[in-house]
Nanobody, 128 residues
Framework: VQLQASGGGLAQPGNSLRLSCSASGFTLDRVNIGWFRQAPGKEREGVAC????????AVTDSVKGRFTIPTDNNKNTMYLQMNDLKPEDTAVYYC??????????????????????WGQGTQVTVSS
């Protein structure tokens, strides 16, 4: 079982990046999926999640209207589409999946401990 994240890099403010996270050894269909990030000196925080229970995406307030969490079940891959990037989005981003599927997305966003599998982090730096 593995999650492989990719797509990080350097972006200018206002630009877009798309992170990818491919899963192997299990299917992403109808499981919890999520993206978290950790900036230097800060706690890891939830960015966007979709619960395998309700299927409704939840995003943290600071990225609402800018970030989405599309998936491609044919490729068994989840994405984090990041638009209108800001310097405060600079962080290491982690994808996560699995765990019990009876919690809503909003709960999972604040409780990363319920995810079973984690990808390696990918650095996103937003700077002019």
């Amino acid at each position: 079982v593995q999650l492989q994240a990719s797509g990080g890099g350097l972006a200018q403010p206002g630009n877009s990046l798309r992170l990818s996270c491919s899963a192997s050894g299990f299917t992403l269909d109808r499981v919890n999926i999520g993206w978290f990030r950790q900036a230097p000196g800060k706690e890891r925080e939830g960015v966007a999640c979709i619960s395998g229970d309700d299927g409704e995406p939840a995003v943290t307030d600071s990225v609402k209207g800018r970030f989405t969490i599309p998936t491609d079940n044919n490729k068994n891959t989840m994405y984090l589409q990041m638009n209108d990037l800001k310097p405060e989005d600079t962080a290491v981003y982690y994808c996560a999946a699995g765990g019990p599927t009876y919690y809503p997305s909003t709960y999972l966003l604040r409780n990363r401990g319920y995810f079973s599998f984690w990808g390696q982090g990918t650095q996103v730096t937003v700077s002019s």
